[in-house]
Nanobody, 125 residues
Framework: QVQLVESGGGLVQAGGSLRLSCAAS????????MGWFRQTPGKEREFVAA????????YYADSVKGRFTISKDNSKNTVYLQMNSLKPEDTAVYSC??????????????????WGQGTQVTVSS
């Protein structure tokens, strides 16, 4: 059974940093793109960042480009999201997701087959 478990969320002041982790279990994700999405109440889930299975290519939403960095450690079956220069508008529940094997990077929610339960990030002004 595939499981994705996020950690690292919390409360931080504007301008601060947080590092989210997403540990995968149940199978290896060495050949699966993985991504981070976020959602606030009453809004659609929003793409944040994605990374290829091998970790060589990444893709970011314009709103986080230059501030967030996605990375992947396949030896630990874990994907990370380093978030710097946080803003109040970054407040959301952040979820990691994984695509099926041998697929391409994607920003579309519907392209992801596996999802974590999410972790809350709150940025105070």
């Amino acid at each position: 059974q595939v499981q994705l478990v996020e950690s690292g969320g919390g409360l931080v002041q504007a301008g601060g940093s947080l590092r989210l982790s997403c540990a995968a279990s149940g199978r290896t994700f060495r050949t699966s793109p993985m991504g981070w999405f976020r959602q606030t109440p009453g809004k659609e889930r929003e793409f944040v960042a994605a990374i290829t299975g091998g970790g060589g290519n990444t893709y970011y939403a314009d709103s986080v480009k230059g501030r967030f960095t996605i990375s992947k450690d396949n030896s630990k079956n874990t994907v990370y999201l380093q978030m710097n220069s946080l803003k109040p508008e970054d407040t959301a529940v952040y979820s990691c997701a994984a695509r099926d094997r041998w697929t391409a990077l994607s920003a579309r929610v519907d392209d992801y087959a596996y999802w974590g339960q999410g972790t809350q990030v709150t940025v105070s002004s």
